[in-house]
């Protein structure tokens, strides 16, 4: 998740969703957890990023926030074809309102009431269940592995809905701001 925040990023996750939906047996979530180039990508992910973590922890982690993914992506194929999808926050929602309009040809309309992303980081930071050990404050320094890793993830959730979205309203112009420096 943490790869890079990019274009290309956001790019691949809709591939990767256009080619279970064509072929959904094509690979499994085991298939890819037991395939020696995604435990390659994986070590080296680990090495790169968080190697004073445990390794465990680690991989629970990542294959937490896969399966999460690839359940996501999995039930975008199975929702009603609509002229328009319209989803009053990025994250789960917007995933599968992106997914759905790419899926069906159809406008995908975005409303958020806050900034979901913003939300989540706020959250993320202040979690106990995430720490690692690393932080000393909510809001400073090093956020530690997994923080990282979850606030990663909803950011890629939040790009790819905001890249994919038709239209984009906020509530004021702060929250507009916000939703332009997200992506």
């Not at 929702?79 to 992106?98: I, K, N, S």
């Not at 000393?136 to 956020?143: C, H, I, K, N, W």
């Amino acid at each position: 998740f943490g790869v890079g925040k990019t274009r290309a990023t956001d790019d691949a996750l809709g591939e990767a969703a256009d080619v279970l939906r064509h072929s959904p047996d094509l690979i499994t979530l085991e298939d890819l957890f037991k395939n020696k180039d995604s435990w390659a990508l994986l070590t080296e992910a680990y090495q790169q990023h968080s190697p004073d973590a445990p390794f465990f922890r680690f991989h629970s982690a990542v294959r937490d926030l896969a399966t999460l993914l690839w359940n996501l992506i999995r039930t975008a194929g199975t929702l009603p074809v609509a002229d328009t999808y319209h989803c009053v926050c990025t994250g789960y929602a917007g995933l599968l309102g992106a997914l759905a309009s790419r899926i069906h040809g159809a406008a995908f309309l975005l409303s958020e009431h806050g900034v979901y992303l913003k939300e989540r980081i706020e959250d993320i930071r202040k979690s106990t269940w995430l720490a690692d050990g690393k932080q000393s404050s909510p809001f400073q320094g090093d956020l530690g592995t997994f923080k990282s890793l979850w606030i990663d993830f909803f950011d890629l959730l939040c790009r790819f809905a905001y890249q994919n979205a038709s239209c984009i309203t906020a509530l004021f112009g702060g929250n507009a701001k916000l939703q332009i420096e997200f992506g």
